[in-house]
């Protein structure tokens, strides 16, 4: 990758990303070049690259015909995820900024994770339809510093565990990966939901991230918190979810779906030379 590189920084709950448009899929931004413009450090800083590619300029993206735009995530480590709920609300808000998509009308975005419809709300706040969680490892353990807490798994199609807790504030610092056991259950990595049901239809969350460490929110991981609090409370349909970023919410429709609902913010515009970032070598 030579030459400058033109990224946006955006957020959902605090959730950030650097977005760049590569709308022919030209640009080589492998898993390092991302690791090092996500150090908040050495580089510009964020849980998440995301590239926006026209679908059919991808081999991923070419079964998707509905959709123009393929939402490509990485993790800040550089590594790939199925699904980003916080990020696709994101992506729909730069590709209206950028000009790619008609403002305020709906889409649909191709994701890894398939094909997610967006709506813009009169209110400012974005809506991204989740599909149907999938089921994963019924009960596994999850291991802190803090503490040791059972927990349930659902994909979105990302993977997670929720752990159902007392206070999220009381599972440690979450600088250390949590330890989720038996390891056989999540062979590529999982994201870890704390939880704590403060009333039907309102829960506290902390989550550590898969490929990022802890964040301050995770729109799969808001959803599947919901899904598994839902459980015992069959008769509420939407949870407003509060991390330490913000608020989102999610409706658990009839059809078996679930839509989330949260703010995308937009921050900024900048310029980076790849070859300034300390932790990135131009590949020889
Ligand atoms: N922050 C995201 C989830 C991003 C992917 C995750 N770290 C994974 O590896 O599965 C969200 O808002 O859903």
Redesign the pocket.
């Known amino acids: 990758m030579s030459g400058l590189l033109q990224l946006t920084k955006g957020h959902g709950t605090e ?1 950030d990303f650097l977005l760049v448009a590569d709308p022919d899929g030209l640009l080589d931004i492998g898993p390092d070049l991302v690791a090092a413009l996500c150090d908040r450090r050495a580089g510009i800083g964020a ?2 690259l995301i590239r926006a590619v026209r679908s059919g300029a991808l081999p991923e993206g070419a079964a998707y015909d509905e959709a123009t735009w393929f939402m490509d995530y990485r ?1 800040a480590d550089g ?1 790939i ?7 696709v609300r994101v992506f729909a808000r730069f590709l209206a900024a950028q000009g790619l998509v008609e403002p305020d009308l709906p889409l649909s975005v191709a994701t890894r994770g398939g094909l997610k419809a967006v709506r813009f709300e009169d209110d400012g706040a974005i809506t991204v339809g989740m599909g149907v969680p999938g089921p994963g490892p019924e009960r596994v353990t999850v291991t802190t510093g803090a503490g040791q807490w059972t927990a349930s798994g659902v994909h979105l199609p ?2 997670h565990a929720v752990a159902l807790v007392d206070d999220p504030d009381a599972v440690g610092t979450l600088v250390d990966v949590p330890l989720v056991e038996p390891a056989t259950a999540y062979p590529e990595g999982v ?1 870890v939901e704390f939880v704590q049901v403060v009333a039907p239809g309102l829960l506290r969350m902390r989550v550590h ?4 460490g802890e ?1 301050r ?5 808001i959803c599947a918190a919901a899904v598994v609090a839902a459980r015992s409370h069959p008769g509420t349909s939407t949870w407003q979810v509060e991390v330490p970023g913000g608020t989102c919410s999610v409706a658990l429709l009839p059809d078996g779906t679930l839509e989330l609902t949260g703010p995308a913010v937009l921050v900024a515009t900048l310029e980076v030379d790849p070859s300034a970032l300390t932790r990135w070598r131009i590949p020889a």
Do not use: K
Not at 81 to 87: F, H, L, R, V
Not at 209 to 212: A, D, F, L, S, T
Not at 217 to 221: H, L, P, R
């Open positions: 959730n849980d998440g993790n590594s995820a199925e699904m980003c709920g916080n990020g990302n993977p994201n991230e898969r490929g990022v964040t929110s995770c729109g799969t991981g």
